[in-house]
């Protein structure tokens, strides 16, 4: 940590990397507090979760399933809502403070603060930085957008999401995610 002449504090990315303060995120050059959570936001990020861990486990395929878990993408220090993270990246980084890549499955869950050209750049960037495949949920609009390096794609009410690149298999009801 730097202190400047008028006695502001810089947080620099390695900073962050060394000791990631809770809820914050490292955003062009400053700590931003994550915000916005109502209880949707929440009951939505623990159902996913749920699912992701629950399908980890029967399908044996190894790994973790984290919630706000920090990680580095190429340009920031971010905490995804939900992430996977493969048994290989496991064995790979063990234990860690942040994770030094972009974890390869990753869920944002938007809140009402959330501004949209945000959201969608939030998931370029992961797919910029190694991300495989990155879920934007929206509950309000009971929406699950998909998005890998090679396609886009959304479910809406009725309709059931998919895994495309990572933790394979799994599934899930867009009305049972997002009821």
Request: glycine share 6%; net charge negative; charged share 25%.
């Amino acid at each position: 940590m730097i202190t400047t002449p008028v006695g502001q504090q810089v947080f620099s990315l390695e900073d962050y990397m060394q000791n990631p303060p809770d809820r914050m995120e490292w955003i062009n050059g400053k700590l931003v507090e994550k915000n916005g959570m109502t209880f949707k936001h929440s009951v939505t990020q623990s159902r996913l979760d749920y699912y992701w861990r629950s399908y980890k486990l029967s399908s044996e395929q190894g790994g973790e399933v984290l919630t706000e878990a920090p990680c580095r993408t190429k340009k920031q220090g971010r905490r995804p809502d939900v992430a996977y993270i493969t048994r290989e990246l496991l064995e790979e980084y063990g234990e860690f403070e942040v994770l030094p890549v972009s974890f390869p499955l990753i869920a944002e869950v938007a809140s009402p603060t959330d501004l949209v050209e945000d959201f969608w750049a939030k998931a370029t960037e992961y797919l910029e930085s190694g991300c495989q495949e990155v879920w934007l949920v929206l509950p309000e609009n009971r929406l699950i957008f998909v998005l890998t390096q090679t396609q886009k794609l959304w479910f809406g009410k009725g309709e059931v999401a998919r895994t495309q690149e990572v933790l394979q298999g799994f599934s899930v009801a867009v009305d049972e995610l997002l009821d």
